[in-house]
């Protein structure tokens, strides 16, 4: 569906891309999306930032902000600076020499609507000390630890060469002992490729450690002896030793950090507000869009139509900065 936002025309194209932008954004972050599950999820916040985009754009032309060329000029060498010269840019935005003034174009935009959001957020002050920790205490979950197990382990390498079956079974046979009760810690001193502290490894959280290592000292109870196991590093078996459960990090300790993102908190809600005003005010419609049959013959107008569309499209390359503030 293409939108029409106060008479202006966003094409089926135009959403694609800036979704396309929004997953790629999102690729390196926590939680990636999948290839195709989400898409209804990032088409409908690729229409949002659009739509804030083009409101936010005709808000500063009618305060008659104007970006001086100039500044457009500074900012574009700065990105092909950072990115670490012409070539990189061009790899890193999709784009081309050729693209450059659309490119440009698409900057000047960014610029224009983040005089607005910057105007937006100019009233507010810093937060008092009892807004940071009520703060702190609606998003407690945020501010703890992870959770912790401890766990001790036997190894065998196969870097050393030899018959992996006859190291497997040695240490079923071990295994085997530990559940008729010998000591864990005293077997992995002596048969273990990695002795010493009875192969304790400490506490360690989700994430630290090896994936098939940690998704088997997660699913045991303390005290649990693992089956023998394969890693990257050679055949384990695991022993719980303890859990630590999730704990909230002292506000005293992370003050500083609490601040800052009860700060952001502000200023993002500050800029919804005004986003949601604009939205109130204005005239934005989803409609089918309608394409000329191949075979019909085309003007030169129809043309132009066509490399500004194509223009306009290559221009969203340009704003995954601003899609990523106002999302």
Not at 203 to 227: H, K, Q, R, T, V
Request: overall charge negative.
């Amino acid at each position: 569906m293409a939108l029409i936002i106060n008479g202006q025309t966003i094409s089926d194209e135009q959403i694609w891309e800036e979704m396309d932008n929004l997953k790629n954004a999102a690729a390196d972050g926590p939680n990636p999306p999948n290839c195709c599950e989400q898409d209804e999820e990032y088409n409908g916040y690729a229409k949002d930032n659009i739509i804030a985009r083009v409101l936010l754009s005709e808000e500063a032309k009618r305060q008659g902000i104007a970006i001086p060329d100039s500044e457009v000029e500074q900012a574009f060498t700065d990105l092909k600076t950072e990115a670490g010269g012409d070539e990189q840019f061009y790899i890193n935005f999709n784009t081309s020499e050729e693209e450059e003034p659309a490119f440009k174009a698409s900057m000047a935009t960014n610029l224009l609507v983040q005089q607005v959001l910057d105007q937006a957020v100019s009233h507010l002050s810093d937060p008092t000390d009892e807004q940071i920790q009520d703060y702190y205490n609606e998003n407690i979950e945020g501010y703890s630890t992870d959770e912790q197990v401890r766990a001790s382990h036997i190894l065998k390498s196969l870097d050393h060469g030899g018959d992996t079956n006859e190291i497997f079974k040695q240490l079923c046979d071990l295994r085997k002992q530990i559940l008729q009760g010998e000591d864990f810690a005293k077997l992995a001193d002596e048969h273990s490729d990695k002795p010493g502290d009875g192969g304790d490894l400490g506490y360690f959280a989700s994430g630290e450690l090896l994936p098939e290592f940690e998704a088997i000292c997660f699913s045991m109870d303390e005290g649990d002896i693992s089956p023998v196991f394969i890693s990257q590093f050679g055949y384990h078996i695991a022993k719980v030793t303890g859990f630590k459960d999730a704990q909230p990090i002292p506000f005293d300790e992370i003050k500083t950090d609490v601040k800052e993102h009860c700060q952001d908190y502000q200023k993002n809600q500050a800029m919804r507000k005004l986003i949601d005003q604009l939205k109130a005010k204005a005239t934005i419609e989803e409609v089918e869009e309608t394409y000329e049959d191949e075979d019909t013959d085309t003007d030169h107008s129809d043309t132009e139509t066509d490399n500004d569309d194509s223009d306009t499209t290559k221009e969203q390359n340009a704003d995954n900065e601003f899609s990523e503030s106002t999302t």
